[in-house]
């Protein structure tokens, strides 16, 4: 005999009672609690999806039913989300998302996936040109969308569905600022910020560079925010000193070197960036112990339930492949 009380339902019935409340779920159900915290009222939310207020009103009864709970607390000054209904809100835009992604690989030509990739500009001229064309030859390159952009921004965009992976750095700006718990993340090489200058630059042949002795130099940093001016600051924090005011602010990676090999700028960039500009432009890291910032995990960030998705876990083992050896370079195949 069963061990449950005469009034608790089995497992299955449960089960099945689920199933056949989301099959009642429908693409509008999916906008509805978005639409209605940006719009403030059931009211408005009617309007934006061009249907009337009681049908709204059904909608968002459906919905409830739905998900067992109270979604959205209704008074005079209109409608506005519960706890319930904002936790349900965060993952409903992410499947309104993934449905407009479907709706895209859908269209694309038979059997080509799509993938939405979000890089750090350092990857996108380093390591992921190499994966891709070892995809290619491989004839398992998907048809891919890639957008650049600090990897606090990427990561957001990904969790709100918007990519479907992210190559970028796992520090401590990332951590205090994106919930890692629900992101799957899986470390691909560190790396290290390095202080670089011109190969004619006066400190450039030190053997010990101090940070006082940068503190009078013309920097070139990215903008405030970024990875990089937080490592900026951080070098100088360390020493017990303030940072001096940038000289020049610019948001590419690539401006930066270039303003750097033509003058007496000094910055600091990945060491796979100093690697990959030390010949052609003469630039070259400047060396000291005081200007040691540690390593830093590059990493492979995909949302936990989409962690199998084969074209982005065959991107992933491609960039594994173009992992570079210590001088910044990667390593040839086989190594």
């Known amino acids: 005999m069963s061990g449950l009380h005469p009034s608790q339902p089995d497992a299955w019935s449960v089960s099945r009672s689920a199933a056949y409340r989301l099959d009642r779920v429908r693409l509008r159900h999916l906008r509805l609690l978005e639409v209605i ?116 921004t990427l990561i957001a965009a990904l969790a709100a569905g918007e990519l479907d992976c992210v190559i970028g750095w796992l520090d401590e700006t990332i951590a205090s600022t994106v919930n890692l718990d629900r992101i799957h993340v899986e470390p691909l090489w560190s790396g290290r910020m390095q202080v670089f200058a011109s190969a004619a630059h006066p400190l450039a042949t030190r053997k010990q560079v101090r940070m006082a002795e940068l503190a009078g130099c013309p920097w070139v940093v990215p903008h405030r ?56 432009h003469g630039i070259r890291a400047l060396r000291g112990g005081e200007l040691d910032t540690g390593r830093t995990q590059l990493s492979f960030f995909t949302l936990k339930e989409a962690a199998g998705f084969e074209p982005a876990m065959r991107l992933k083992q491609a960039l594994l492949r173009t992992r570079p050896d210590e001088s910044g370079y990667p390593l040839a195949d086989g190594a």
Do not use: K, W
Not at 43 to 63: K, M
Not at 72 to 94: C, K, N, P, S
Not at 107 to 136: D, I, K, N
């Open 225 to 280: 925010g970024s990875r990089t001016y937080a490592a900026f600051q951080r070098l100088f924090l360390n020493s017990g000193l303030a940072a001096p005011r940038p000289q020049l602010v610019c948001t590419s990676i690539h401006t930066g070197v270039h303003m750097v090999a033509a003058g007496p700028f000094v910055s600091i960039g990945p060491d796979r960036l100093i690697a990959r500009y030390r010949d052609s």
């Open 37 to 152: 915290d940006r719009e403030g009222s059931l009211g408005a939310a009617a309007r934006e999806l061009g249907i009337s207020q009681p049908a709204v009103t059904l909608l968002l009864r459906e919905l409830e039913d739905v998900f067992g709970a109270r979604l959205v607390e209704r008074d005079a000054r209109g409608g506005r989300l519960t706890m319930a209904g904002r936790h349900a809100r965060d993952r409903l835009v992410i499947a309104m998302a993934t449905v407009n992604a479907a709706i895209g690989a859908a269209q694309q030509p038979a059997g080509a996936p799509m993938l939405r990739v979000g890089c750090v500009q350092l990857v996108g001229f380093s390591s992921l040109p190499q994966a891709l064309a070892r995809l290619l030859a491989q004839d398992a390159l998907p048809y891919m969308h890639i957008e650049e952009a600090e990897a606090v």
